[in-house]
């Protein structure tokens, strides 16, 4: 059974057009992370909640955006996509940064494509 | 910041064969763990170490950590077609919440 789930798994958006990717998660896991990752690159950091913190990573743009209203489900807002957001998106979640705690469970990721 | 250097970028082989490939690091690190990622999926956790010098199976996949905790390696052992992807090392320093990862190893699997 997914433990973590993105919806939807393929996204289309116009350039300019607002669009929300959502991770849900049934692990209660403290940490949720957003990553964004073009073609096999490493996944790059976006920003992550610690249960209601929310930390940004310093080179995320002002274009990407986060919700956290529960501790099942994490939103990725990405409120005026250019051609450059076109991607796949992970979401993981963590139970806490100690020792096993730190390993990260991924979500299936959502490709998002911008016209 | 820091980063991770994995090597080799990608390699061919044949089924059967067995494969090493590793990632290194200017900085110290106290977790490292190894990601498997298929195509249009999310990665996958391999193996987790969390002691220099440890030494951990997970079937034919063996890693280790590095002494100097600078390093750590992956070995496949007779290598099948579904090992087909691309692993990634992945790190943390200190309590830090979030993974520093690799650049990747793209591995392809001929017949």
């Known amino acids: 059974d997914a433990m973590v789930i993105q919806n939807p798994r393929y996204q289309v958006t116009q350039f300019g057009k607002p669009v929300t990717l959502s991770c849900s998660q049934t692990?209660?896991?403290?940490?949720m992370y957003w990553y964004q990752q073009k073609s096999s690159q490493a996944p790059k950091l976006l920003f992550h909640?610690?249960?209601?913190?929310?930390?940004n990573e310093a080179d995320t743009p002002d274009n990407f955006q986060s919700r956290r209203p529960n501790t099942s489900f994490c939103f990725l807002d990405i409120r005026s996509p250019g051609l450059g957001d076109a991607a796949m998106y992970l979401c993981?979640?963590?139970?806490?940064?100690?020792?096993?705690?730190?390993?990260?469970?991924f979500g299936a990721g959502t490709r998002l494509s911008v016209l | 910041g820091q980063q991770l250097n994995q090597s080799p970028q990608s390699m061919f082989i044949q089924e059967g064969e067995d494969v090493s490939m590793n990632c290194t690091s200017s900085?110290?690190?106290?977790?490292w763990l190894w990601y498997k990622q298929d195509p249009g999926e999310g990665p996958v956790l391999l193996i987790a170490?969390?002691?220099?010098?440890e030494l951990t199976s997970n079937g034919r996949l063996t890693a280790q950590f590095g002494i100097t905790r600078k390093d750590s390696f992956l070995n496949i052992s007779a290598s099948i077609p579904s090992d087909v992807g691309i692993y990634f090392c992945?790190?943390?320093?200190?309590?830090?919440?979030?993974?520093?990862f690799g650049t990747g190893t793209r591995l392809q699997v001929t017949l």
């Open positions: 993981a979640t963590s139970s806490h940064p100690w020792q096993e705690g730190i390993i990260q469970y």
């Open positions: 692990l209660n896991h403290n940490v």
């Open positions: 909640y610690y249960d209601k913190d929310f930390n």
């Open positions: 900085s110290i690190f106290n977790t």
């Open positions: 170490l969390y002691k220099a010098g």
């Open positions: 992945a790190g943390r320093t200190g309590t830090a919440s979030k993974l520093t």
